[in-house]
Nanobody, 129 residues
């Protein structure tokens, strides 16, 4: 089991930046995958970025955020960050971090929310025009 807790959401204007944090705890096993997803009411959960928690782990980004968002981690603190820049109103939503401990998200399922077993409660991001 792993517990996830997001923080860092808030309200910004278009073009602004935010850094989200996902604190992981309760798991001392092998490295695993952590992904950030976002969701607006009425829409499906959309993946934005993913990393593998081993040092030098592979990073992945969705096309919608590539070049604007950066996922990173502090291995010692067990925190995964999502640095978001050049934000637009389309980036608004509830942002969740999720963990895949079973490697179900490998290959073509890396952005499939059903491949992640553990989820945080989410943090709200609102970008105004």
């Amino acid at each position: 089991q792993v517990q996830l807790a997001e923080s860092g959401g808030g309200s910004v204007q278009t073009g602004g930046s935010l850094r989200l944090a996902c604190a992981t705890s309760g798991y001392t096993g092998q490295p695993f995958f952590v992904a950030w997803f976002r969701q607006v009411p009425g829409n499906e959960r959309e993946a934005v970025a993913r990393l593998y928690t081993a040092s030098g782990g592979v990073l992945s980004y969705s096309d919608s955020v590539k070049g604007r968002f950066t996922i990173s981690q502090d291995i010692h603190k067990k925190i995964v960050y999502l640095q978001m820049s050049s934000l637009t109103p389309e980036d608004s939503g509830m942002y969740f971090c999720a963990a895949d401990l079973t490697r179900a998200s490998q290959q073509n399922r890396r952005f499939d929310p059903t491949a992640y077993q553990h989820w945080g409660q989410g943090t709200q991001v609102t970008v105004s025009s």
